[in-house]
C-alpha cells in the first residue's frame, strides 16, 4: 500500500465552484502534514499546513482526521489561477522525511 | 534574494557519462534536499544534508552521491548515468527540520540520460 493515496482527477470544475481532494496516509505515526501546489512544469510550493484542529486561508480550508488518516482539501469560489495540482504532503515519524502524494490535477475552466 | 537556484535547467546525457547538479540557496536555512520527480510516482527523497557537515540517505539513494559543500550549497552527482535516472531533480531547503517547516524548492533540471 502506497504511503499517501490521492485520487489523480484530473478534476475539472467551472470557475466559481467548490471543489474538494481527499488523501489518505497509512503510517498512524504521521507527525506533520501538508498540502503543497505545483503548476505545470514548476517547482512545488507550500499552500497550507494542515493541523489537527482544521485550518483556513481565505478560500482554502484545510482538515484532518487522525482516526481515518485522511486529510482533505476544500477550495472554494475556484478561480482560473487555481488550475494546478495539489499534492499530498506527509511526514510519516520524526525526522527530515517527507512523503509526497502523486498529486490531484485541477482544470478551473471559464 | 534568489531563494533555491539550480544549475544546469536541462542537461542530455549518454547512458554511463557522469554530472554533478548544483544547488544554492540564499535563505540561510539550515537544511537542503534533493528530489527527483517521475510521472505517475510523485516527489521522491534521493539524499538531504540535516546540517552542514552532514548528509543522510532518503528513499532512492541508488546511484547518487552528494556533497554538502557549505551552507549555501549541496550538489548531486551522478557517477555513471542511466536511462532509469531520467527524471526531474528538485533541490529544496528548509530553516530546520523538514519535517515541520516548509521546504522551499529550486525550479529543477530536467536530465534526459539516452
Given at each position: 500500500?502506497?504511503?499517501?493515496?490521492?485520487?489523480?482527477?484530473?478534476?475539472?470544475?467551472?470557475?466559481?465552484?467548490t471543489?474538494?481532494f481527499?488523501?489518505?496516509?497509512?503510517?498512524?505515526?504521521s507527525?506533520?502534514?501538508?498540502?503543497?501546489?505545483?503548476?505545470?512544469?514548476?517547482?512545488?510550493?507550500?499552500?497550507?499546513?494542515?493541523?489537527?484542529?482544521?485550518?483556513?486561508?481565505?478560500?482554502?480550508?484545510?482538515?484532518?482526521?487522525?482516526?481515518?488518516?485522511?486529510?482533505?482539501?476544500?477550495?472554494?469560489?475556484s478561480?482560473?489561477?487555481d488550475?494546478?495540482t495539489?499534492?499530498?504532503?506527509?511526514?510519516?515519524?520524526?525526522?527530515?522525511?517527507?512523503?509526497?502524494?502523486?498529486?490531484?490535477?485541477?482544470?478551473?475552466?471559464? | 534574494?534568489?531563494?533555491?537556484?539550480?544549475t544546469?535547467?536541462?542537461?542530455?546525457?549518454?547512458?554511463?557519462q557522469?554530472?554533478?547538479?548544483?544547488?544554492?540557496?540564499?535563505?540561510?536555512?539550515?537544511?537542503?534536499?534533493?528530489?527527483?520527480?517521475?510521472p505517475?510516482?510523485?516527489?521522491?527523497?534521493?539524499?538531504?544534508s540535516?546540517?552542514?557537515?552532514?548528509?543522510?540517505?532518503?528513499?532512492?539513494?541508488?546511484?547518487?552521491?552528494?556533497?554538502?559543500?557549505?551552507?549555501r550549497?549541496?550538489?548531486?552527482?551522478?557517477e555513471s548515468?542511466?536511462?532509469?535516472?531520467?527524471s526531474?531533480y528538485?533541490?529544496?531547503?528548509?530553516?530546520?527540520?523538514?519535517a515541520?517547516?516548509?521546504?522551499?524548492?529550486?525550479?529543477?533540471?530536467?536530465?534526459?540520460?539516452?
Amino acid at each position: 500500500r502506497k504511503e499517501v493515496e490521492q485520487d489523480p482527477g484530473p478534476f475539472n470544475v467551472p470557475e466559481g465552484a467548490t471543489v474538494a481532494f481527499n488523501c489518505t496516509y497509512s503510517n498512524s505515526a504521521s507527525q506533520s502534514f501538508f498540502w503543497y501546489r505545483q503548476d505545470c512544469r514548476k517547482e512545488p510550493k507550500l499552500l497550507m499546513s494542515v493541523y489537527s484542529s482544521g485550518n483556513e486561508d481565505g478560500r482554502f480550508t484545510a482538515q484532518l482526521n487522525r482516526a481515518s488518516q485522511y486529510i482533505s482539501l476544500l477550495i472554494r469560489d475556484s478561480k482560473l489561477s487555481d488550475s494546478a495540482t495539489y499534492l499530498c504532503v506527509v511526514n510519516p515519524h520524526s525526522g527530515y522525511a517527507l512523503n509526497f502524494g502523486k498529486g490531484t490535477s485541477l482544470l478551473v475552466t471559464p | 534574494n534568489a531563494g533555491v537556484t539550480q544549475t544546469p535547467k536541462f542537461q542530455v546525457l549518454k547512458t554511463g557519462q557522469s554530472m554533478t547538479l548544483q544547488c544554492a540557496q540564499d535563505m540561510n536555512h539550515n537544511s537542503m534536499y534533493w528530489y527527483r520527480q517521475d510521472p505517475g510516482m510523485g516527489l521522491r527523497l534521493i539524499y538531504y544534508s540535516a546540517s552542514e557537515g552532514t548528509t543522510d540517505k532518503g528513499e532512492v539513494p541508488n546511484g547518487y552521491n552528494v556533497s554538502r559543500l557549505n551552507k549555501r550549497e549541496f550538489s548531486l552527482r551522478l557517477e555513471s548515468a542511466a536511462p532509469s535516472q531520467t527524471s526531474v531533480y528538485f533541490c529544496a531547503s528548509s530553516e530546520g527540520d523538514g519535517a515541520y517547516n516548509e521546504q522551499f524548492f529550486g525550479p529543477g533540471t530536467r536530465l534526459t540520460v539516452l
